[in-house]
Nanobody, 126 residues
Framework: QVQLVESGGGLVQTGGSLRLSCAAS????????KGWFRQAPGKEREFVAA????????YYADSVKGRFTISRDNAKNTVFLQMNSLKPRDTAVYFC???????????????????WGQGTQVTVSS
């Protein structure tokens, strides 16, 4: 059974930091693009960041560029999201995802990702 399990969420004050992890099991995702998405109450799921299979290419939403960093450790089948300078608007459930076939033009699209985790809550207090 393929599973993506996120961890590292929590409550943090404005300006604080969190590091999310997503561990995969059931198969190897080393050749997959890995992404992070988030969904706030009443809003659609939105793209946050993605990383190519090699880690050589990264993509970010404009809203998090310069504050968040995505990375991956293929040996551990794990992807990370380092979140700094957090703001209340970053409050959401954060999901990791894996995609087998994406392009630069589709990497930010929710529907191209084949596997999803259950999500981890991030709450930033003002």
């Amino acid at each position: 059974q393929v599973q993506l399990v996120e961890s590292g969420g929590g409550l943090v004050q404005t300006g604080g930091s969190l590091r999310l992890s997503c561990a995969a099991s059931g198969r190897t995702f080393s050749s997959y693009v890995k992404g992070w998405f988030r969904q706030a109450p009443g809003k659609e799921r939105e793209f946050v960041a993605a990383i190519s299979w090699s880690g050589g290419f990264t993509y970010y939403a404009d809203s998090v560029k310069g504050r968040f960093t995505i990375s991956r450790d293929n040996a551990k089948n794990t992807v990370f999201l380092q979140m700094n300078s957090l703001k209340p608007r970053d409050t959401a459930v954060y999901f990791c995802a894996a995609a087998a076939g994406v392009s630069v033009s589709t990497v930010k699209q929710v529907d191209v990702y084949n596997y999803w985790g259950q999500g981890t809550q991030v709450t930033v207090s003002s």
